[in-house]
């Protein structure tokens, strides 16, 4: 899976990434011993507390996306890390952009 990225301090899905997002309930649906992981993270700016969740608002966003897309609740895991793990530096712009993200993994 790609990672689907967010806007600075925004938990909405952006427009492009909704194909996608759909793609992937059907590749789970298709499969039934098959659940998914939504793992939320946040870049460094802000508390850590806020940071936390931020990262929670948006695996729930797209868990939302998800049930209403037709994926059974129970499919879903959402896992939540603040800033604790991030893809890149957080002292650039494009760094945190790429820290402001949701990943998938199978399980």
């Known amino acids: 899976f ?9 938990d ?3 427009p492009e990434y909704q194909k996608y997002l ?3 309930v059907n590749v789970v649906q298709g499969h039934s ?15 850590l507390e806020y940071n936390d969740e931020l990262s ?3 695996a729930d966003r797209i868990k939302n ?12 895991v959402i896992e939540f890390k ?3 793990d991030p ?8 760094g945190k952009q790429l820290n402001r993200r949701v990943d998938f993994e199978f399980i």
């Open 65 to 76: 996306f998800f049930i209403s897309e037709g994926l059974r609740e129970d499919r879903i």
């Open 82 to 84: 603040g800033e604790k």
């Open 2 to 10: 790609k990672p689907i990225y967010f806007d600075y301090d925004k």
């Open 33 to 47: 011993d098959l659940r998914i992981k939504i793992i939320g993270h946040t870049d460094a700016d802000g508390s």
């Open 87 to 94: 893809a890149a530096t957080n002292s650039t712009d494009e």
């Open 22 to 24: 759909s793609k992937m």
């Open 12 to 14: 909405s899905i952006r």
């Open 56 to 58: 929670k608002k948006r």
